[in-house]
């Protein structure tokens, strides 16, 4: 008879009870108070690979327990014995394993609960399932997860170096900065050698890490130079497209190594074990090499990591051509503007200044400009104005525009309602240039003084004259239609004349519309705002010149997003230069102008004959002009 047959015989219980555990999905072990076996059940047989007969007796801990590796576990360590210590509650866990009878381990989650007959222990239950699928499931997700994070982080990084690449035009700060995005996230140090064009001198910015959580120290210096011999494979090297590794331990066993002559020094300075150099390249061209290095414990970079950098170094490559492109282009348009914009002539003792800021745009180029020569009469012609549009091709109106009346008015003796005729026959006939605004001046008057403007405005904000008290006021007359507004729409409008004396010492403004105009800003509140500043400058700085008053005034209103063109005309003391006058004559004009320096103002060269006074004639409806 078996022990079946004896469970049968005692009570329907005990039988219902053993085919429980005879039949149950987890292996049960059951253990006497000193720990030996008494009890195992088939599904722990087949999960421990091992029969009953060869268990039941033995010490379970010393038998079955075990760590990952198949290592003994202390006696005293064993947490799955806790209830035959004298615990008395039930335990669990997921952190074991037990030994198979083949040598490999099982990991388990395990529940132990004390035995108790007759209200004394009698040992401990345990019931345990195989945990090696769940654990390999928990396994996989981890590394998917850790994939993942390290994926998010790779794709973080490039965002990151992305909107950096995009969002600077500086060289060197880009360098800075990227470095310190690579530091230490890729690297324990990271070094950016710039070569300049055709050249084997640059910039080197290396940027390491620190620590107890400090930033990243960057420093600057020259790259070291190159021997002749050591040229041409660091020429091969910038010209591929695959990132190099290398190690301290290779450039120190190689001196003639490509990377020895650059970064050995490096490794000597910075310490580190593994190095993965990236040549910057961008259409055909080379600009240097980014090294990131690791030093320490820390392994190699991974395949996956030199995939990143190499695609960041690209993406460098790249910025930094576009860099030399925004340069070249800004550079050409800077050439143009200065060729553009007219020199400021001397005339005895009127003192002017003129500043122009461009547009807020990388080309620096748009319609405004300013003007000022001597007209064949001898007087001196002052222009403000501002052709259509912020490009190029609104800079290439404006010196069609420009050139018209200068010709206009060179040749022609006539009132400046008339030039304006003229002009706006010409461009709307002879031009494609659009619509533009402007204000064409005479300023008439002999050596000494009275001195007088004669003007015409063309759609433009009025001249603001501040007198040397002061007080001030806009020049409102002689306003007119736009240029190639009225001739195209046959409108017959016209620009009446308009006179104003220009008080001793006064100062004459012209500007165009982005001084007093923006988005968030009304024209009216931007003309209040001007002459608010113009009259509070005046009084606190009486005795500066012309080109300090500009300066101060294009600080206090700050104009932005539009361009910007200034001219601005200070009158002589009154009979300053008048024959017999022996007062000293005012400081020098400034050479200071937005025009090129190696131009001389229009008409500079040449004799001009003295004006003759035209104020009687003026007042009586204007000069006479033959």
């Given at each position: 008879?078996?022990?079946?047959?004896?469970?049968?015989?005692?009570?329907?219980?005990?039988?219902?009870?053993?085919?429980?555990?005879?039949?149950?999905?987890?292996?049960?072990?059951?253990?006497?108070?000193?720990?030996?076996?008494?009890?195992?059940?088939?599904?722990?047989?087949?999960?421990?690979?091992?029969?009953?007969?060869?268990?039941?007796?033995?010490?379970?801990?010393?038998?079955?327990?075990?760590?990952?590796?198949?290592?003994?576990?202390?006696?005293?360590?064993?947490?799955?014995?806790?209830?035959?210590?004298?615990?008395?509650?039930?335990?669990?866990?997921?952190?074991?394993?037990?030994?198979?009878?083949?040598?490999?381990?099982?990991?388990?989650?395990?529940?132990?609960?004390?035995?108790?007959?007759?209200?004394?222990?009698?040992?401990?239950?345990?019931?345990?399932?195989?945990?090696?699928?769940?654990?390999?499931a928990e396994e996989r997700a981890a590394a998917h997860t850790a994939a993942l994070e390290a994926l998010t982080g790779r794709l973080n990084l490039v965002?990151?170096?992305?909107?950096?690449?995009?969002?600077?035009?500086?060289?060197?700060?880009?360098?800075?900065?990227?470095?310190?995005?690579?530091?230490?996230?890729?690297?324990?140090?990271?070094?950016?050698?710039?070569?300049?064009?055709?050249?084997?001198?640059?910039?080197?910015?290396?940027?390491?890490?620190?620590?107890?959580?400090?930033?990243?120290?960057?420093?600057?210096?020259?790259?070291?130079?190159?021997?002749?011999?050591?040229?041409?494979?660091?020429?091969?090297?910038?010209?591929?497209?695959?990132?190099?590794?290398?190690?301290?331990?290779?450039?120190?066993?190689?001196?003639?190594?490509?990377?020895?002559?650059?970064?050995?020094?490096?490794?000597?300075?910075?310490?580190?074990?593994?190095?993965?150099?990236?040549?910057?390249?961008?259409?055909?061209?080379?600009?240097?090499?980014?090294?990131?290095?690791?030093?320490?414990?820390?392994?190699?970079?991974?395949?996956?990591?030199?995939?990143?950098?190499?695609?960041?170094?690209?993406?460098?490559?790249?910025?930094?051509?576009?860099?030399?492109?925004?340069?070249?282009?800004?550079?050409?348009?800077?050439?143009?503007?200065?060729?553009?914009?007219?020199?400021?002539?001397?005339?005895?003792?009127?003192?002017?200044?003129?500043?122009?800021?461009?547009?807020?745009?990388?080309?620096?180029?748009?319609?405004?400009?300013?003007?000022?020569?001597?007209?064949?009469?001898?007087?001196?012609?002052?222009?403000?104005?501002?052709?259509?549009?912020?490009?190029?091709?609104?800079?290439?109106?404006?010196?069609?525009?420009?050139?018209?009346?200068?010709?206009?008015?060179?040749?022609?003796?006539?009132?400046?309602?008339?030039?304006?005729?003229?002009?706006?026959?010409?461009?709307?006939?002879?031009?494609?240039?659009?619509?533009?605004?402007?204000v064409f001046a005479r300023v008439e008057g002999g050596e000494g003084g009275p001195w007088q403007l004669h003007w015409v405005t063309a759609g433009h904000?009025?001249?603001?004259?501040?007198?040397?008290?002061?007080?001030?006021?806009?020049?409102?007359?002689?306003?007119?239609?736009?240029?190639?507004?009225?001739?195209?729409?046959?409108?017959?409008?016209?620009?009446?004349?308009?006179?104003?004396?220009?008080?001793?010492?006064?100062?004459?403004?012209?500007?165009?519309?982005?001084?007093?105009?923006?988005?968030?800003?009304?024209?009216?509140?931007?003309?209040?705002?001007?002459?608010?500043?113009?009259?509070?400058?005046?009084?606190?700085?009486?005795?500066?010149?012309?080109?300090?008053?500009?300066?101060?005034?294009?600080?206090?209103?700050?104009?932005?997003?539009?361009?910007?063109?200034?001219?601005?005309?200070?009158?002589?003391?009154?009979?300053?230069?008048?024959?017999?006058?022996?007062?000293?004559?005012?400081?020098?004009?400034?050479?200071?102008?937005?025009?090129?320096?190696?131009?001389?103002?229009?008409?500079?060269?040449?004799?001009?004959?003295?004006?003759?006074?035209?104020?009687?004639?003026?007042?009586?409806?204007?000069?006479?002009?033959?």
């Amino acid at each position: 008879m078996d022990g079946t047959d004896r469970i049968t015989d005692r009570a329907p219980e005990a039988v219902f009870l053993h085919a429980v555990l005879q039949d149950l999905g987890a292996g049960v072990i059951t253990v006497d108070a000193s720990g030996l076996i008494t009890f195992v059940n088939p599904w722990a047989e087949h999960l421990l690979g091992r029969p009953r007969e060869r268990m039941l007796g033995r010490d379970a801990h010393d038998l079955l327990h075990r760590r990952h590796d198949g290592g003994a576990v202390p006696r005293g360590q064993c947490s799955m014995r806790a209830p035959l210590r004298g615990g008395g509650s039930a335990e669990l866990g997921s952190e074991e394993y037990l030994l198979r009878a083949d040598g490999t381990t099982v990991p388990i989650i395990w529940s132990t609960t004390p035995l108790r007959v007759a209200g004394r222990g009698t040992g401990m239950v345990t019931v345990f399932h195989d945990f090696s699928l769940q654990r390999e499931a928990e396994e996989r997700a981890a590394a998917h997860t850790a994939a993942l994070e390290a994926l998010t982080g790779r794709l973080n990084l490039v965002a990151d170096v992305s909107a950096l690449l995009m969002s600077t035009v500086d060289a060197s700060g880009m360098g800075h900065r990227l470095l310190r995005l690579l530091v230490p996230r890729m690297g324990d140090w990271a070094a950016l050698d710039l070569y300049a064009a055709g050249s084997w001198e640059g910039e080197r910015i290396v940027v390491r890490a620190t620590r107890d959580g400090e930033r990243p120290v960057a420093l600057e210096a020259p790259v070291p130079s190159l021997p002749e011999e050591g040229r041409r494979p660091m020429e091969r090297l910038m010209s591929g497209d695959e990132p190099v590794r290398t190690t301290a331990e290779e450039l120190a066993a190689d001196p003639d190594a490509p990377l020895a002559a650059t970064h050995r020094v490096l490794f000597d300075r910075l310490g580190g074990r593994s190095a993965v150099v990236v040549p910057l390249r961008a259409r055909q061209r080379s600009f240097g090499m980014l090294t990131v290095a690791r030093a320490g414990s820390a392994p190699p970079h991974s395949d996956a990591e030199i995939t990143l950098l190499s695609d960041i170094g690209r993406r460098t490559g790249m910025a930094m051509d576009n860099i030399r492109l925004y340069h070249e282009q800004r550079s050409v348009a800077e050439t143009m503007q200065r060729q553009l914009l007219a020199p400021l002539p001397q005339v005895g003792r009127l003192r002017m200044a003129a500043r122009y800021l461009p547009a807020q745009s990388a080309m620096e180029i748009g319609g405004d400009w300013y003007d000022a020569f001597r007209l064949s009469d001898g007087v001196t012609a002052l222009v403000i104005g501002d052709v259509v549009g912020h490009d190029r091709q609104a800079a290439a109106h404006m010196a069609e525009v420009r050139n018209m009346l200068r010709a206009l008015a060179w040749d022609h003796q006539e009132p400046p309602s008339v030039i304006m005729r003229r002009l706006d026959e010409a461009v709307t006939h002879t031009s494609d240039a659009p619509m533009a605004t402007l204000v064409f001046a005479r300023v008439e008057g002999g050596e000494g003084g009275p001195w007088q403007l004669h003007w015409v405005t063309a759609g433009h904000p009025p001249p603001l004259l501040v007198t040397a008290e002061g007080d001030t006021r806009f020049l409102t007359g002689g306003h007119g239609p736009l240029i190639g507004m009225s001739a195209v729409l046959h409108l017959g409008l016209s620009w009446p004349d308009a006179y104003e004396d220009l008080p001793p010492e006064s100062t004459l403004l012209l500007y165009t519309d982005g001084l007093v105009e923006s988005r968030g800003r009304s024209i009216d509140l931007g003309l209040a705002r001007l002459r608010h500043h113009a009259a509070v400058l005046t009084r606190r700085t009486a005795g500066r010149t012309v080109d300090d008053f500009c300066d101060e005034l294009l600080a206090r209103i700050d104009p932005g997003g539009d361009d910007v063109a200034l001219l601005a005309l200070r009158m002589p003391a009154a009979g300053a230069g008048a024959p017999g006058d022996a007062s000293p004559p005012p400081p020098p004009q400034s050479p200071h102008s937005p025009a090129a320096p190696d131009r001389a103002a229009p008409g500079s060269t040449r004799e001009h004959p003295e004006v003759r006074d035209p104020t009687r004639a003026a007042r009586r409806g204007g000069p006479t002009w033959e």
